[in-house]
């Protein structure tokens, strides 16, 4: 148990220094420290409400001869910060959803490189940003069916009697009429 607890520290220290890019001096790492956020689970079972209630601590002071006076200034976690850890949520999201099992591991964390996050960033997470919607001359991922391409493909399909085929009743001809209209009327959604 011990060593699954170390892997999941090693996960979280992995993404947010090596991923996220965060220093001992960012806001999003003060933020991490000040809820005692130190594991990926913890990370994890954060919810849009707490995202939005996240604050770190400035602190700024002047040290004297004499003396050192510090001080601590409470401040909301910037959005930029905030968007930040949505997207590690949507990603770990759209992993599970890939996974007959729905599990993303620690090793899944371990190997998450900054390039394949920034890359997720720029596509999945911004189309997701804008409810999956996009212009028609920007490209999308692969494997990203926007919504303009879904209501696209339906405007299409016409569910006309027309369309269909009449049987002439020869019965050599059976199989391939059989054949056409079950391919038709499975593009149309039905069975």
């Not at 409810?131 to 405007?155: C, I, N, W």
Request: charged share 30%; aromatic share 8%.
């Amino acid at each position: 148990m011990a060593d699954t607890r170390q892997k999941q520290k090693q996960a979280f220290t992995h993404l947010f220094k090596e991923v996220l890019i965060c220093t001992a001096k960012s806001p999003l790492w003060l933020a991490m420290e000040k809820e005692n956020i130190d594991s990926i689970i913890d990370v994890l079972s954060l919810t849009e409400t707490d995202l939005a209630e996240l604050t770190y601590e400035e602190v700024s002071g002047s040290s004297g001869i004499v003396s050192t006076t510090e001080t601590r200034v409470e401040k909301k976690l910037p959005l930029k910060d905030r968007k930040l850890l949505l997207h590690v949520l949507w990603w770990r999201d759209m992993l599970a959803s890939t996974r007959s099992d729905g599990n993303v591991t620690t090793e899944d964390w371990l190997n998450l490189k900054a390039e394949e996050f920034d890359q997720f960033r720029l596509t999945v997470a911004a189309n997701r940003a804008r409810g999956g919607t996009k212009s028609e001359s920007s490209s999308s991922a692969p494997g990203v069916v926007t919504t303009s391409r879904v209501d696209k493909f339906l405007s299409n399909i016409k569910l006309e009697v027309t369309q269909y085929p009449k049987f002439d009743g020869s019965i050599d001809k059976w199989l391939p009429f059989k054949r056409r209209v079950t391919a038709l009327a499975r593009t149309h959604g039905m069975s």
